[in-house]
């Protein structure tokens, strides 16, 4: 009779469970029962909702959409990334990892959208635009998986890259964050203090769950954060959000939503060079959760894995939905709660893909109040911002690397203030790409990095001073 093995605070609670991790309850190839395979799948969907839930609510008047068209948006949202996580599982890495919307990936059309705005560009443009980049965008992560570069990638992004472009990425979208918190304020009438008293409650919440509350509590944190702030709202402001009509109890959702895909320049090389941090972001991802499980870190793998991340983003072009990413996050709840099984991960995929046909979810995600929103997503990019100076803290922090991350951010963080008119001068294509911060100091602190003062060249002068 098998032994079953005991950890520090776990015990396997099945004889057949054989795990490449002594710390994992059920290790990748462990099968489950089907009632826990329910159990962890639903844990796996809590945990999913949690971090998309609000994302609909926040782009869509980034994005023109009313409040049916966000809910559509929220809909599509859950199909795809329930089939792009399933195609990962199955066929790319084949490891528990959700294929969720990448924040680079929102930021980019937030940014865009004050773009639009200053150069007259019509919203409903901007979205078929948006379609055309996430298409040639997963088309091109896709292509960097078959033809093997992507080990090459990783090489790239080296700690003053990931550093600078995880702080630009919260200070990118840090302004919209702290407009949405205060509430959409009408000029002329006195200021309204209820949804910012309800934004500072939620962010308490979120704070003292994820510093306080039981490990497992901690991962779903943004989702009680978000509950309680609905319920705050609902008592404190008295004017829920209208219910979208949906008429069909049942229906799949729509392709091409909002047209067919059109083609900006501008927009597309913006997306392109969006696509490599996406793709160092997956494997990243890839190699945190081979780690965490036991499981083998291989070439062919990260080379899978970016296949079919681009095969994801396509699809979510395809629906009208948001691109998708590899979430880091993934390993955290595998971490906490010690299931790293495929089985109740390939049942949270179907069911998000099944949910993804009842609009009333959409309806229901919709009328999620804005303040509520911005604030549990604000509490949850402090992760990504502490995660950034973790990397610059990898750094000599030298003369050498002041330069590297001191003009890399404070320009790009600089491009965040210039007005509306500075790049009107410019063709449109320039300025989606000069007028977004991301962008302008990702670039700078690769050219600074690896072409204009590499480290080899600064440790070799080092060696020759006696330094």
């Known amino acids: 009779m098998a032994e079953i093995k005991k950890t520090k605070g776990q015990e396997a609670v099945s004889p057949n469970t054989e795990s490449d991790n002594p710390l994992m309850i059920w290790s990748l190839r462990s099968k489950p029962d089907h009632w826990r395979t329910a159990i962890y799948g639903l844990q796996w969907f809590v945990f999913a909702v949690a971090h998309i839930a609000v994302i609909p609510v926040i782009l869509g008047p980034y994005l023109g959409l009313d409040q049916a068209g ?21 066929f790319g890495h084949r490891l528990p990892i959700i294929e969720g919307p990448a924040a680079p990936w929102w930021a980019i059309a937030v940014s865009l959208s004050g773009i639009a705005a200053a150069t007259g560009r019509p919203l409903d443009l901007l979205r078929t635009d948006l379609v055309g980049m996430t298409l040639v965008s997963g088309i091109f992560i896709a292509a960097l998986g078959l033809s093997g570069v992507v080990g090459r990638i990783m090489k790239l992004f080296t700690p003053p890259i990931i550093g600078s472009v995880l702080i630009l990425l919260c200070l990118q979208l840090s302004g919209s964050f702290v407009s949405g918190i205060v509430g959409r304020q009408v000029e002329g009438q006195p200021f309204n203090y209820a949804p910012l008293v309800i934004s500072i409650v939620v962010i308490a919440v979120v704070v003292s769950v994820a510093i306080k509350a039981p490990p497992l509590l901690r991962s779903m944190n943004v989702l009680v954060g978000l509950v309680v702030g609905w319920a705050l709202y609902a008592l404190i402001i008295r004017q829920p959000s209208a219910p979208v009509e949906v008429e069909a109890i049942i229906e799949a959702p729509r392709l091409f939503a909002w047209g067919a895909p059109t083609f900006n320049s501008g927009i597309v090389l913006t997306g392109v060079i969006v696509s490599i941090i996406i793709t160092a972001n997956v494997l990243a991802s890839v190699t945190a959760m081979s780690k965490a499980t036991g499981d083998k870190i291989e070439i062919s793998k990260y080379n899978r894995a970016s296949i079919f991340n681009g095969v994801g983003n396509l699809l979510a072009g395809i629906g009208a939905s948001l691109g998708t990413v590899s979430f880091a996050a993934s390993t955290g709840l595998v971490k906490l709660s010690g ?25 229901v995600m919709a009328t999620i109040p804005e303040p509520v929103g911005y604030a549990v997503i604000l509490a949850a990019f402090t992760q990504i911002f502490i995660v950034g100076l973790q990397e610059i803290k990898k750094m000599y922090l030298d003369q050498r690397d002041s330069f590297v991350l001191g003009l890399a951010i404070l320009i790009g963080a600089g491009v965040l203030s210039l007005p509306d008119a500075a790049l009107a001068g410019l063709p449109e294509p320039a300025q989606y790409i000069f007028g977004n911060a991301l962008i302008v100091g990702t670039v700078i602190c690769i050219l600074l990095e690896h072409v204009l003062l590499p480290r080899r060249e600064i440790e070799s002068t080092r060696q020759e001073d006696g330094r």
Request: aromatic letters at 18%; a positive charge.
């Open 70 to 90: 966000t809910a559509a948006f929220a809909q599509r949202m859950f199909f795809f990334i329930g089939l792009g996580s399933l195609l990962q599982v199955l």
């Open 339 to 363: 299931v790293a099984s495929r089985r109740p991960f390939i049942a949270f995929c179907l069911l998000m893909v099944v949910v993804g046909f009842f609009p009333r979810v959409g309806a």
